[in-house]
T-cell receptor, first 115, second 114 residues
Framework: GAVVSQHPSWVICKSGTSVKIECRSLDFQATTMFWYRQFPKQSLMLMAT?????????EQGVEKDKFLINHASLTLSTLTVTSAHPEDSSFYICSARVGPAYEQYFGPGTRLTVT | GENVEQHPSTLSVQEGDSAVIKCTYSDSASNYFPWYKQELGKRPQLIID?????GEKKDQRIAVTLNKTAKHFSLHITETQPEDSAVYFCAASQWTGTASKLTFGTGTRLQVTL
């Protein structure tokens, strides 16, 4: 149980275009989902927290107009990187949590390359 | 906000030896401390966690200790095997219900050599 999927697993896009990444909880309802970014050989950095049906809470330094997060249902959250630039190339990982539980369940990640 | 420091950044041990990774945290209100193992290009996997009401927890070859006074917690892996080679991250969180979020350490690259 507690499986989280992401789609796509990797994507290449051209500079200036937008790309959408989906995060789904497959066998549970996720009241809270998190989006992380991980650059090569670095740690996971939290970008934003989203609760179903409400606006996402972004971490300091993360541009909310560039990284659009939608958590429209209890099993789906999306991250859209708008006007992508090469410096946005990274590994994007989502996680999901049930209610106020301690544990987060991580998705397999999406590798974004912006050319 | 919370700040988590992790040492060492790299660790090489021989198969069968023990490995110890240490983390310190800054926020005395933090009360949940998970450890994750991440293989290259893969998702982080929870390997063990500890809550602040417990000083030590063990699961087979893996154990975690917590010193709340010193704000330290450590991961101990005994009888290391080549498949233990990966990057390990500690994290800390103050459980506040739905607002809880994890702050990760900088990671330790563990290499287990034959």
């Amino acid at each position: 149980g507690a499986v989280v999927s992401q789609h796509p697993s990797w994507v290449i896009c051209k500079s200036g275009t937008s790309v959408k990444i989906e995060c789904r909880s497959l066998d549970f309802q996720a009241t809270t989902m998190f989006w992380y970014r991980q650059f090569p050989k670095q740690s996971l950095m939290l970008m934003a927290t989203s609760n179903e049906g409400s606006k996402a809470t972004y971490e300091q330094g993360v541009e909310k107009d560039k990284f659009l997060i939608n958590h429209a249902s209890l099993t789906l959250s999306t991250l859209t990187v708008t006007s992508a630039h090469p410096e946005d190339s990274s590994f994007y990982i989502c996680s999901a949590r049930v209610g106020p539980a301690y544990e987060q369940y991580f998705g397999p990640g999406t590798r974004l390359t912006v050319t | 906000g919370e700040n988590v420091e992790q040492h060492p950044s790299t660790l090489s041990v021989q198969e069968g030896d023990s490995a110890v990774i240490k983390c310190t945290y800054s926020d005395s209100a933090s009360n949940y401390f998970p450890w994750y193992k991440q293989e290259l290009g893969k998702r982080p996997q929870l390997i063990i966690d500890i809550r602040s009401n417990v000083g030590e927890k063990k699961d087979q070859r893996i154990a975690v200790t917590l010193n709340k006074t010193a704000k330290h917690f450590s991961l101990h892996i005994t009888e290391t095997q080549p498949e233990d080679s990966a990057v390990y991250f500690c994290a800390a969180s103050q459980w506040t219900g739905t607002a809880s979020k994890l702050t990760f350490g900088t990671g330790t690259r563990l290499q287990v050599t034959l």
